[in-house]
């Protein structure tokens, strides 16, 4: 993780911030896909409730050249501005941002009354806890490509580190375990 490039996004009046979020997102998911990437990892150093206007991936230059080389923006590179590759800074912290999931969905009810295993009764409790135990983390809407339907990935951050750790990133850029520089 010794370099970086930054992609500020530049929403305007046709295309929203979260909107373009999303959209950044969702390519950048399949670029990494493509390259079968497991060394990219991602932050929003402009993160406070939200997001931000800035994504900042991280990795070697040869990994990072490799995305940079399949135009994975396409024709929302007019909406972004994107840096070169540039040297982490000595002084950066660390940070491990991870998928938050909930532990109570739609879907997860759904698979419990398929089975049987949850009573009539049980139903509306279930319904009133989950949405009493809604995240607040931020989040992307993405476009499902095997289903087509909307579904949100959100975004945990740990607590900042002083030293790295190693590990690898799936093709959100996210991991578990796995450190990125943060500054």
């Given at each position: ?20 979020m ?14 079968k ?12 409730v ?36 540039l ?27 398929k ?20 995240l ?9 490509t095997?289903?087509e339907?909307?579904?949100r ?21 996210l ?9």
């Amino acid at each position: 993780m010794d370099n970086y490039i930054d992609i500020q996004i530049q929403p305007d009046a046709e295309m929203r911030e979260n909107v373009l979020m999303n959209k950044v997102y969702t390519k950048l998911h399949k670029a990494l896909f493509d390259l079968k990437s497991t060394s990219i990892g991602i932050s929003f150093p402009e993160y406070k409730v939200l997001l931000g206007h800035k994504i900042r991936l991280h990795g070697n230059p040869s990994m990072l050249n490799d995305l940079q080389g399949l135009n994975w923006l396409g024709g929302l590179s007019g909406y972004c501005q994107l840096s070169e590759i540039l040297p982490v800074p000595q002084n950066a912290q660390y940070r491990v941002i991870s998928r938050k999931q909930s532990t109570m969905t739609n879907a997860k009810l759904n698979r419990l009354i398929k089975r049987g295993t949850i009573s009539k009764e049980n139903i509306k409790a279930y319904k009133a806890k989950m949405f009493t135990k809604g995240l607040d983390n931020p989040y992307f809407e993405l476009d499902s490509t095997s289903n087509e339907q909307l579904h949100r990935r959100y975004i945990q951050f740990s607590e900042v580190l002083s030293e790295p750790v190693k590990g690898e990133f799936d093709h959100f850029g996210l991991s578990k375990t796995a450190t990125v520089p943060w500054f």
